[in-house]
T-cell receptor
Framework: DADVTQTPRNRITKTGKRIMLECSQT?????MYWYRQDPGLGLRLIYY???????NKGEISDGYSVSRQAQAKFSLSLESAIPNQTALYFC??????????FGEGSRLTVL | GDSVTQMEGPVTLSEEAFLTINCTYT??????LFWYVQYPGEGLQLLLK?????DKGSNKGFEATYRKETTSFHLEKGSVQVSDSAVYFC????????????FGKGTHLIIQP
């Protein structure tokens, strides 16, 4: 089983719908991250969390919110999806070595 | 702010060719440097890393040396294989209060038999 698991892996939705992407990890790491990947733009940080009570905005947090339900779970929400939020979303955890461990990604299409 | 610049792709090579993917960075202090690889349909996985100047990271035949004087961390491999076809990301980490990694835009590598 993967150490960092994302659900759903693929989702197609319509403009204005609320969407939640979920992430769970078995690595026991306190730090968790949500990134967005767009062709030609690399990965950009949306939100990150140092622990359940510590949530921080990243580079592109507008239009997104997050919830850290437990050490192992970190969810990303789009309250009202729009087409330019179509992208590949990655959850990641970070250990003491500074290395990020990524999930397999959630591909979101907003029509 | 911090930034990472890497050569744009796609880079197309023949099998057994020598590979170099350039990466330069702008950062204050002494960041750690990473190369991540993304195979089709998968998430990113760490390929190698270096945490201080002159360190050489290596893995699966790939190497990169942390050059502070030129602020570079170029990725090299002596003889590439078709299975090396993937997208490669250079990244840096400052740690501390500003967390997460700063990534380059990625270089798509295509190896032809």
């Amino acid at each position: 089983d993967a150490d960092v698991t994302q659900t759903p892996r693929n989702r197609i939705t319509k403009t204005g719908k609320r969407i939640m992407l979920e992430c769970s990890q078995t690595k026991g790491h306190d730090r968790m991250y949500w990134y967005r990947q767009d062709p030609g733009l690399g990965l950009r940080l949306i939100y990150y969390s140092f622990d359940v009570k510590d949530i921080n905005k990243g580079e592109i947090s507008d239009g997104y919110s997050v919830s850290r339900q437990a050490q192992a779970k970190f969810s990303l929400s789009l309250e009202s999806a729009i087409p330019n939020q179509t992208a590949l979303y990655f959850c990641a955890t970070k250990g003491n070595t500074g290395e990020l461990f990524f999930g397999e990604g959630s591909r979101l299409t907003v029509l | 702010g911090d930034s990472v610049t890497q050569m744009e792709g796609p880079v197309t090579l023949s099998e057994e060719a020598f590979l170099t993917i350039n990466c330069t960075y702008t950062a204050t202090g002494y960041p750690s440097l990473f190369w991540y690889v993304q195979y089709p349909g998968e998430g990113l996985q760490l390929l190698l890393k270096a945490t201080k100047a002159d360190d050489k990271g290596s893995n699966k035949g790939f190497e990169a040396t942390y050059r502070k004087e030129t602020t570079s961390f170029h990725l090299e491999k002596g003889s590439v294989q078709v299975s090396d076809s993937a997208v490669y990301f250079c990244a840096l980490s400052q740690g501390g209060g500003a967390d997460g990694l700063t990534f380059g835009k990625g270089t798509h590598l295509i190896i032809q038999p």
